[in-house]
């Protein structure tokens, strides 16, 4: 039990200024013996009207108080309040007032028993990081709570050194961190690793969990052993909210609109016309499907104005037996609608020799999605008594998009089309998709001081996570337009409508034993643990193909929607002969032994090692007869690390680390599979059974300097070495043909250097920081070219260069800026938050200089929130306010820059993609007990 | 003792002078020979082979024999005993491809010129149909006037060879879906039939009918990457088009993906040599064929209906180096013949293809996309000569797409027919790269609607309206009595490009197939 002292300087001071008008002033600095600033504590002056909420600085001003005596309270939440009293002599006297807290020992006792302070604070926050034993950075709940952010998606890229990939909505999806792509991070909750609802791979969609369950984000960018080894880039730790001290209700409801829907109509489709299950899956596999046994409604759209967005959030939390057991139910529930409007160029590669991207068709799509959020979560701890104590988590997570994707197609390759005369070859396609997502993950977990010198903890988990992609359905039409008259319009052939579905499963067990025997000293340890966990997947894809009978139905004459067309089924058993039809598995075995050592006081090392046993492999369902139709890969990794903080004083660290870790190959990547094979064009993907793990060292360096609790400054920089980083890359396989496959192509490295800069002045906060990052990594690629470059008569040859490139998805240059301002008093919160990424590769062409980049963005985000009364809150928030376009680009000029198309203006690279979200409008009111 | 004395002399007496009679009637006849047949009948079926052994007395010696037969071939070999009174010989003999009682005539002639004829009967049955089981082939040969019957997919394995002698059938009984067989050629595939007993691929013939044009039943010919050599002569395949699924070995070596329909043949190696001439690839449900990678000649073959909403007659891809010519195409849902080197292979990336001396009739109807070619299509990175072809009233003419290697193409002298506005409108496509006017083009023949009509033998072309052929439904086959042929006074003659420089021949199992010259005609066929 820890008894704390605050003081609260009072000197007065008289002041020899001019006989003004002025009314004297109160002020000072509510500082803890830290000097750490108290934050929203209150001072108050008796019987009068002035009061004052201690600034973010720590520092607070009265003024205005009359001449004569005055009792001044000093009070803040889990403390006993203080009065002092000032006699006021003049108008222009300034007082400074010094007070001392001291902790309510009431409140304390439960404080300790719970084992947590001031759940969601930025304090906690930035004490986690402070204190940690591995570089991390830490976003509090508060600071969420107070952001424009809605999921945890949007949370993380306020985190220095993360970027992010978005999905069509534009909605952030994935982090990177420093460069390292989705692949090279894990993400947990609780410190638990969940399963992916992924159909391929093992990363987590973070838009899937609201921000609003989330007590604290952690994002850990070095590993200790205690650490599961398989990041490179690093961990995305979400602290689901636990119960506090007392009895906390929280709720908050949010209504909002999108611009993209005031200027245009939402597309919709009935979702309840959508099969989950195919003919296949329900009469069997030699059933003929009839085109009865489909649904034709999914595909009839309707055009409407869309509902407001709907957000809510509730959590109750208490502690019952004497605070022995503590009960935190949360559940959130957002229902939001969400819109692109986006232009495509498809691009082909001149294979003359120049490789400039030829456009091929210009693309005019809107997205229109409906997005449904469900989480819920209890979070529970019991202390059987002051040694032994038992916590239970369970959550569910589950995200459903419902997707028209509309497109307008317009054939570039010819010379018919012309924009200025409005001649074009046209099609048309209308997807609508249903992506089902769910996680759940259920945690017991056991901390026991087994004796004065021995801590245990364990955890028994079970997680799943499944993800449905029920009747994927395209409508495909062809037009034409001459003159800007638009041609009759008939129903294309070959139009897939496909299902997937993937269920992962987790059990895992963790066990740690802490030792602390008296010769190793008070601040000491040596702990030893292990985790086992069973992973296993499924996945299923089905896929049917239609075609018009009779061929030729036209728009207007023969049909007017999508129900009226009649149709015919190509495959009638369904074509479940893909690779994606396969189980993995995944059983890892892991231990370890770490020791925290304080030498010399000032020196503090964490190290060890971990040694991580994988088995991973596959079984296809309908293996074809020249594959291996399962496969496991059993390799054993130790990792060695080592970290080392050393305190300059109380306010610098300088902390170095070195780790190793892995990447493991994607569940699907190790697949045998071959796809998109069918001598159409674009190149077909094949997977690598040969598939190794990539291994990296890593290095970092970090100088810390916090001039207080609130304000810090972290500089840092970082060194990888990836060996056998797992890229795509153009290959030619067995026959000679040119695919696309997962390889091990040599070794990557990135470096980089990290800013992080946090600093308030009373009311105005600013957080910045900025990360450069740097990586490399050299691949084949595919060049066409004359075979005597000389002679343009001479055959066409495929050449297979290297090239030298950043890492997919690294921004050399990545920013963010925070600016806040906060009055307590009036119970204010202003935000206006800036993302700038750098430009970053999206995606990796086959063929020489044509990888797509994304063009460097900068995005505004602004929050406002208003008290009104003691429990309510008023909020606004605005999300991308400048409306940033996302685009993307190719680093050449394309084939044809004399010819006129929409958006193509550079000279020095071709457009390929402009995507606008428009901006998000949302309103709440927040209720806290 | 003395009575036999007595009767001996007198039994000299007699026999003396009849000695002496004997030897002095030196002119008298011996008689004529005798020849008998160790198999009085001959029991066989179309084209098998029979050896009968004769047995021939001649006692006025032995001089010839000979055979003839009012049916089948029949030789005569190992004779012995020329010049003696006894003698033999074998008879050998192949049965006819018809059934029936046919006869062997022999004729034996004697140092007297005796002439002795002797018939052997022949009795010609009916051949029972050879069912071939599922899997790997292993049969080297498939024996002429035999039906084959599949029963299930088939395989020619790797490193092994079929030889298919004329007048084969092979009969792939499939109902359309995914389990419906094909013939997977892994190793090397020659099918030799002969321009009166061609080898036909097809299906029974309860099921040859209008309804099953574009039913696309069985799976075609699926030549994978390790098929070396792959020669079509006379050889028909039908019927073809079923979609490809689980156990198809095209689809296990990703040929196609599952629910794609197969192809009436597809040749994936970018090594291998395919000949491919006076065959006929007809009634498919999508391309006729396919050829993705490889050497190739493909001259003087017929494509009927290939496609039911899309699809090509000829569709080649990737690498290929060859000839095109001589083809005649009717009716195919898309292009006739088309080249690009999508999906390319790293030593052979460029696709290089000389079409000319080529016919499509009535082509690109049935597409559901618009401006995607009707005639002939050369595509990305495509290069080659384009000469000396005939387009009758097809969607759109030669269509070059601009990421051709428009340089290194050589094109004109085309005759374009049409009897629509919207046809001669795509003389020159619009969704293309040429002009009229470009490259070679001002040599083609070509006027308004309903002008420059070749003038084939027996084919209406006036009158055509493409809303006829547009519906698969209502197609029927393609009558009998047609000819292509063209008339003395038609405008497609004398107005070709010859001289040529051609591709090399190619060698194939000892035989050379070399690209035919280019002729002074438009079209495939000049006149009759």
Redesign the interface.
Request: hydrophobic share 25%.
């Given at each position: 039990m820890r008894k704390r002292f605050y003081t609260l300087f009072l000197v007065i001071l008289f002041s020899s200024a001019t006989g003004s008008l002025m009314a004297a002033i109160v002020k000072g600095k509510l500082l803890d013996e830290n000097k750490d600033p108290m934050i929203g504590a209150h001072v108050i002056v008796k019987g009068g009207k002035q009061y004052c909420i201690v600034g973010l600085d720590g520092s607070f001003s009265i003024s205005g108080l009359p001449v004569g005596s005055h009792m001044v309270t000093a009070s803040f939440v889990g403390y006993l309040a203080q009065e002092k009293e000032v006699t006021i002599t003049s108008n222009d006297q300034i007082v400074v007032l010094e007070f001392s807290l001291e902790q309510d020992q009431k409140m304390l006792n439960e404080v300790v028993v719970l084992g947590s302070v001031e759940g969601g604070s930025e304090l906690e926050a930035r004490n986690s990081e402070r204190n940690s034993s591995t570089v991390m950075n830490v976003i509090s709940a508060r600071a969420i709570e107070i952001s424009p952010d809605i999921t945890v998606a949007n949370v993380v890229q306020r985190v220095s050194g993360v970027s992010l990939v978005r999905n069509s909505n534009g909605d952030p999806q994935y982090a990177i961190i420093r460069g390292m792509d989705k692949r090279y991070n894990y993400t947990l909750v609780n410190g638990i690793k969940i399963p992916s609802p992924d159909e391929k791979n093992r990363y987590i969609p973070l838009d899937i969990f609201p921000a609003s369950l989330l007590e604290r984000l952690e994002v850990s960018k070095t590993l200790t052993p205690d650490m599961e080894g398989d990041a490179v880039g690093g961990v995305v730790n979400m602290i689901m909210k636990n119960a506090a001290g007392q009895l906390t209700v929280k709720g908050d409801v949010q209504v909002g609109y999108n611009q993209i829907f005031i200027n245009r109509e939402f597309l919709k489709f009935d979702k309840k016309a959508v099969d989950y299950q195919t003919p296949y899956d329900k009469y069997g596999p030699i059933y003929?499907a009839q085109i009865t046994d489909f649904s034709k409604k999914n595909l009839d759209i309707t055009s409407v104005k869309p509902l407001p967005d709907i957000l809510g959030s509730v959590s109750y939390g208490n502690r019952f037996f004497k605070g022995k057991l503590g009960v935190l139910v949360a559940g959130s529930f957002q229902n939001s609608y969400r819109g692109t409007n986006s232009t495509w160029f498809k691009v082909?590669i001149?294979?003359?020799g120049s490789n400039a991207p030829?456009l091929d068709e210009l693309q005019e799509r809107t997205y229109s999605t409906q997005q449904e959020r469900y989480a819920f979560h209890i979070k529970s701890d019991y202390a059987l008594n002051q040694r032994n104590k038992i916590k239970l988590y369970i959550g569910n997570y589950a995200l459903k998009n419902s997707q028209t994707r509309d497109m307008m197609v317009s054939?570039l390759?010819?010379?018919?089309y012309s924009a200025e005369d409005g001649?074009a070859?046209?099609?048309f396609k209308t997807r609508t998709q249903i992506v089902q997502q769910n996680i759940f993950n259920t945690t017991l977990q056991g901390d026991h001081q087994l004796a004065s010198f021995i801590k245990m903890n364990w955890s028994a988990v079970y997680s799943n996570a499944t993800n449905k992609q029920p009747d994927n359905a395209q409508f495909e039409t062809?037009?034409?337009l001459t003159n800007f008259e638009q041609?009759p319009v008939?129903?294309?052939?070959?139009m897939p409508r496909s299902w997937q579905s993937s269920t992962e499963q987790d059990y895992a067990g963790y066990l740690n034993l802490i030792m602390k025997p008296d010769f190793l000293g008070p601040q000491n340890e040596i702990s030893f643990g292990g985790m086992y966990r069973k992973k296993d997947r499924e996945n299923f894809y089905n896929?049917?193909?239609f075609?018009?009978?009779?061929?030729?139905q036209t728009k207007g004459v023969d049909w007017n929607t999508f129900s009226d067309v009649t149709l015919i089924v190509?495959?009638?058993?369904?074509?479940?002969?893909?690779a994606l039809n396969y189980d993995a598995h995944e059983n890892v075995l892991d231990y370890y032994v770490q020791g925290k050592f304080q030498l010399f006081q000032k020196v503090n090392v964490v190290g060890g090692f971990r040694v991580e046993n994988t088995d991973q492999g596959y079984t296809l369902r309908?293996p074809?007869?020249?594959?291996e139709p399962s496969l496991s890969q059993i390799y054993t990794d130790i990792l060695p690390s080592v970290s080392v903080k050393y305190k300059l004083n109380d306010q610098m660290n300088i902390r170095s680390s070195y780790f190793k870790s892995i990447s493991r190959p994607g569940y699907f990547e190790i697949v045998p599979y071959?796809?998109?094979?069918?001598?159409?064009?674009g190149?077909?993907e094949i997977g690598n059974p040969e598939l190794k793990h990539a291994r990296a060292h890593n290095v970092d360096l970090r100088w810390e300097y916090f001039p207080s609790n609130f304000d810090q400054i972290l500089i840092g920089a970082f060194y990888k070495k990836i060996l056998d980083p797992i890229e795509y890359a153009s290959v030619?396989d067995a026959?000679?043909?040119?695919v696309i496959q997962p390889g091990n192509y040599g070794t990557a490295y990135n470096w980089g250097i990290e800013l992080d800069y946090t600093k308030y002045f009373n009311k105005f906060g600013v957080k910045a920081n900025y990360t450069f990052t740097n990586s490399t990594i050299t691949t084949t690629k595919t060049l066409?070219a004359r075979e005597d470059p000389n002679d343009?008569?001479s055959?066409?040859?495929?050449l297979?260069p290297n090239q030298t490139r950043p890492l997919q998805g690294q921004a050399k240059h990545i920013g963010n800026l925070v600016l806040l301002y906060k009055d307590q008093k009036s119970g204010t919160n202003l935000q206006l938050a800036f993302v700038y990424t750098g430009e970053r590769i999206e995606s990796i062409s086959p063929y020489l200089d044509n990888d797509s980049w994304v063009k460097p963005i900068l995005q505004l985000d602004f929050s406002a929130e208003q008290r009104i009364s003691k429990h309510f809150e008023l909020f606004a928030k605005i999300q991308n306010l400048l409306n940033s376009p996302y685009e993307v680009i190719i680093k050449k000029q394309h084939l044809?820059p004399e010819k006129e198309y929409k958006l193509q203006t550079s000279y020095s690279s071709t457009l390929i993609r402009r995507d606008e979200y428009y901006q998000s409008y949302r309103l709440g009111v927040r209720y806290t007990l | 003792m003395k009575q036999l004395k007595l009767f001996t002399l007198a039994l000299l007496t007699i026999s003396l002078p009849a000695y002496f009679w004997s030897c002095s009637s030196d002119e008298a006849t011996p008689p004529a020979p005798q020849v008998t047949s160790d198999k009085p009948t001959l029991n066989l079926v179309p084209y098998q082979d029979d050896v009968a052994t004769l047995t021939i007395v001649a006692p006025a010696t032995f001089e010839s024999i000979t055979a003839v037969a009012d049916n089948g071939v029949v030789t005569v070999s190992d004779i012995t005993g020329t010049g003696t009174k006894t003698a033999t010989a074998k008879l050998n003999y192949t049965a006819p491809d018809i059934t029936g009682n046919f006869k062997i005539t022999v004729t034996i002639t004697d140092k007297a010129n005796q002439i002795t004829t002797e018939d052997v009967n022949v009795a010609v049955t009916a051949k029972a149909p050879v069912t071939l089981g599922a899997g790997n082939i292993t049969l080297a040969k498939l024996e002429k006037g035999t039906t084959y019957i599949a029963a299930g997919g088939l395989v020619i394995p790797e490193g092994s060879t079929l030889t298919i002698e004329e007048d084969v059938t092979v009969i792939f009984d499939g109902d359309g879906?995914?389990?419906a067989p094909e013939l997977t050629v892994k190793g090397k595939l020659y099918s030799y039939g002969t321009a009166q007993k061609p080898v036909k691929f097809t299906i029974p013939v309860a099921k040859r009918i209008k309804a099953n044009i574009f039913a696309g039943l069985w799976g075609g010919i699926q030549a994978t990457?390790k098929a070396t050599e792959v020669v079509l002569l006379y050889t028909h395949i039908e019927y073809a088009g079923a979609?490809a699924?689980?156990g198809n070995?095209s689809?296990?070596?990703?040929?196609?993906?599952?629910?794609?329909?197969r192809y009436g043949l597809l040749i994936t190696?970018?090594e291998g040599k395919f000949v491919m001439q006076h065959s006929r690839i007809a009634y498919t449900s999508d391309d006729g064929m396919?050829v993705?990678g490889g050497t190739v000649l493909i001259t003087n073959n017929i494509y009927e209906l290939n496609g039911?909403?899309?699809g090509e007659s000829v569709n080649i891809?990737?690498g290929v180096k060859g000839t095109v010519a001589y083809n005649f195409a009717y009716r195919s849902a898309t292009n006739a013949y088309k080249w690009s080197?999508?999906?390319?292979?790293?030593?052979t990336?460029?696709t290089?293809v000389d079409a000319y001396n080529n016919t499509a009739v009535e082509c690109g109807w049935?597409q559901?996309?618009?401006?995607r070619g009707g005639s002939l299509n050369i595509e990305?990175?495509g290069?080659g000569q384009c000469y000396n072809n005939l387009s009758v009233n097809c969607r759109f003419g030669v269509r070059v797409?601009?990421?051709a290697?428009i340089?290194?193409l050589t094109l004109g002298y085309s005759l374009y027919f049409g009897t629509e506005q919207v046809m001669v409108d795509e003389f020159y496509?619009?969704?293309?790269?040429i002009?009229k006017g470009d490259k070679e083009t001002n040599m083609d023949v070509v006027g308004l609607v309903g002008e420059k009509d070749p003038k084939f033998e027996a084919y209406t072309l006036t009158g055509f309206v493409s809303a006829d052929v547009?519906?698969?439904?209502v197609l029927d086959f393609m009558p009998a009595s047609v000819d292509f042929h063209v008339k003395s006074d038609s405008p497609a003659l004398a107005k070709g490009k010859t001289g040529l420089t051609l591709k090399p021949a190619i060698v194939i199992d000892g035989k050379t197939y070399s690209a035919p010259v280019a002729s002074n005609f438009i079209g495939a066929f000049g006149t009759k």
């Open positions: 003929q082909a001149d294979t003359k030829s054939q390759d010819a010379r018919y001649n070859i046209l099609s062809n037009g034409s041609g008939t129903v294309e052939r070959y896929k049917y193909s075609d018009p009978a009779p061929p030729t190509i495959n009638p058993q369904g074509s479940v002969y893909d309908f074809p007869s020249n594959v071959r796809r998109g094979g069918d001598q159409t064009d190149l077909p030619f026959t000679g043909s040119s066409w343009q008569s055959t066409l040859i495929q297979t044809l | 879906t995914a389990t990457d979609p699924g689980p070995p689809v296990d070596n990703g040929m196609y993906e599952d629910g794609a329909a190696n970018p396919r993705v039911r909403t899309g891809k990737s080197n999508a999906s390319g292979f790293a030593a990336p460029q290089d049935r559901t996309k618009s401006g990305k990175a290069r797409v601009s990421d290697d340089d290194n496509p619009t969704a293309g790269a002009v547009k519906d698969p439904a």
